[in-house]
């Protein structure tokens, strides 16, 4: 490995002739303005050469924010598999006529799956109307043992509504998060018209949101209160007639109680009538199985993982890998530790790294340039999941989280992008002009400027990466004395 004293220098030195004479933009990059004040660590290494091309500070163990999932998600795709799907039992508690009727409870065993949405449990409710329920009686019990109760990592203090925040729960959907749109009345001083989605009876909606004739974007607060079994959302403010309607996602409160809160209403759908109240606890001994139900696989979940950095399938396959490894219930203790555990077996440099959560909303996560490098150099290697990973990665000026960067300008990139307060992140991999391909990582701390400052310079780092061409130019072939020269005998020649 090159020292971690590399200077600007050396790295242009190191390019030259390979990527010609504009390199010195990348030496520009480390000392943009936006960049001023911050620590910065960056490696660059050339897979198909093996060597490191670049690195500065690659050793420096920074926070990584979102960077830090693609532990989770190399350590998930390796455990379980591309192909594994989590699945969550569905028992009965009582008896069940010719007719289908459950003079009993209905039990849902949560398994931590990520992967439930309303479209998942829809399905879930029409198995359970095929396998012969027509009517519950006894309304619908929810174990949610497999994790513990804590449902907020303690390092996220303090905790917003936002969906970003969401809970994390044994039996979850909809990434324990909903939409709410807001758009104006088409008369002024009336109220404006706001929708939540999914309809579920655990949403409450309080509305105090007025129509006015102020210019301006919406002014609106939406928070999400515990109310009874279910959540009040409270939508305030004042909105302009001309106005475009906007969208907000909030987390719930309760995960549990919303997904059978929508569980209960699929079933309904199905023609299934459900009567009774929802509750919480073990499964009983007295109950019977009644199916499995099968949700995506890992490598959807990763997909969902990576491309939109998803925060709450990043902490649910946290604590799942915590289960799995040390045993249930899952808890955050837990899955640290088996994350800590995989990257040691991996061969990653692991005394950079440490490990809090799966999303990188704590700021006490550490990992270096050099470590996030050579895991996606080792990801490379892993034919049976590392092309997975790779897909789940955003494109370059493309889709998920790289949509609207770079410009809107398509380059060969695959990255997964970072951002707390004052901390932006950007590891990947990117093809140059020649087809070589590079890993990058590069980590920014403490930088002053604002984040659209630091994703902007990060953006020109990696355009220019894309940009080098690093195969040397083949040699001239040396002339073969026995070979005749043109228009001797023996070489065919241009018709005079």
């Known amino acids: 490995m090159r020292s971690r004293s590399l200077t600007l220098a050396l790295l242009l030195l190191s390019l030259a002739g390979a990527a010609g004479a504009d390199d010195d933009a990348l030496g520009a990059l480390l000392a943009e303005k936006s960049l001023r004040g911050a620590q910065i660590g960056v490696a660059v290494l050339d897979l198909e050469a093996g060597s490191t091309l670049f690195e500065s500070r690659a050793d420096r163990s920074l926070?990584?924010?979102?960077?830090?999932?693609?532990?989770?998600?190399?350590?998930a795709l390796e455990h379980w598999g591309p192909t594994h799907r989590f699945e969550t039992p569905?028992?009965?508690?009582?008896?069940?006529?010719?007719?289908?009727?459950?003079?009993?409870?209905?039990?849902?065993e949560g398994s931590g799956d990520p992967s439930l949405v309303s479209e998942s449990l829809w399905k879930l409710a029409e198995e359970i109307r095929l396998v012969g329920i027509s009517e519950i009686r006894g309304g619908i019990g929810v174990d949610s043992s497999y994790f513990d109760a804590q449902r907020f990592h303690p390092d996220w203090e303090p905790v917003s509504a936002r969906a970003y925040h969401a809970p994390i729960g044994a039996f979850a959907v909809n990434y324990s998060s909903f939409r709410i749109e807001v758009r104006a009345a088409a008369t002024l001083g009336r109220p404006a018209v706001v929708s939540v989605a999914p309809r579920t009876a655990y949403l409450h909606v309080d509305s105090r949101v007025r129509t006015e004739s102020r210019s301006g974007p919406?002014?609106?607060?939406?928070?999400?209160?515990?109310?009874?079994?279910?959540?009040?959302?409270?939508?305030?403010?004042?909105?302009?007639?001309?106005g475009e309607g906007?969208?907000?996602?909030?987390?719930?409160?309760?995960?549990?109680?919303?997904?059978?809160?929508?569980?209960?209403?699929?079933?309904?759908?199905?023609?299934?009538?459900?009567?009774?109240?929802?509750?919480?606890?073990?499964?009983?001994?007295?109950?019977?199985?009644?199916?499995?139900?099968?949700?995506?696989?890992?490598?959807?979940?990763?997909?969902?993982?990576?491309?939109?950095?998803?925060?709450?399938?990043?902490?649910?396959?946290?604590?799942?890998?915590?289960?799995?490894?040390?045993?249930?219930?899952?808890?955050?203790?837990?899955?640290?530790?088996?994350i800590s555990r995989w990257v040691e077996t991996s061969g990653l440099p692991h005394r950079d790294i440490t490990v809090r959560d799966g999303s990188g909303l704590s700021a006490r996560n550490r990992l270096s340039a050099r470590a996030l490098v050579g895991l996606l150099a080792r990801v490379s290697e892993r034919f049976e999941w590392g092309p997975e990973f790779l897909s789940a990665l955003p494109l370059g000026g493309l889709d998920g989280t790289l949509e609207d960067r770079l410009n809107g300008e398509a380059?060969?990139?695959?990255?997964?992008?970072?951002?707390?307060?004052?901390?932006?992140?950007?590891?990947?991999?990117?093809?140059?002009?020649?087809g070589r391909r590079l890993a990058f990582a590069v980590l920014i701390n403490g930088a002053r400027s604002p984040a659209l400052d630091v994703d902007a310079a990060l953006d020109r780092f990696v355009t220019r990466l894309s940009q080098l061409t690093l195969t040397p130019p083949p040699e001239p072939a040396a002339l073969d004395p026995t070979r005749p020269e043109e228009g001797e005998e023996g070489i065919p020649q241009a018709p005079q």
Do not use: C
């Open 63 to 75: 926070i990584p924010a979102s960077n830090q999932k693609l532990l989770i998600a190399a350590a």
């Open 90 to 108: 569905v028992f009965i508690d009582g008896d069940l006529d010719e007719q289908g009727v459950l003079d009993g409870s209905l039990w849902i």
């Open 218 to 242: 919406l002014k609106i607060g939406v928070d999400t209160l515990p109310s009874g079994l279910g959540d009040r959302v409270l939508v305030h403010g004042v909105v302009s007639p001309n």
């Open 246 to 338: 906007k969208t907000y996602w909030r987390a719930v409160t309760r995960p549990e109680g919303y997904a059978a809160s929508m569980l209960r209403t699929q079933l309904q759908a199905q023609g299934i009538a459900v009567a009774g109240t929802t509750r919480s606890g073990r499964v009983p001994e007295s109950a019977r199985g009644l199916l499995r139900f099968q949700g995506e696989s890992v490598a959807t979940l990763v997909q969902r993982l990576s491309k939109f950095s998803n925060n709450f399938v990043a902490e649910q396959l946290t604590k799942l890998l915590g289960a799995a490894v040390l045993g249930p219930p899952g808890t955050w203790e837990k899955g640290a530790e088996a």
């Open 411 to 434: 380059i060969p990139l695959r990255a997964k992008t970072g951002h707390l307060r004052r901390v932006s992140s950007l590891s990947g991999y990117v093809e140059t002009l020649d």
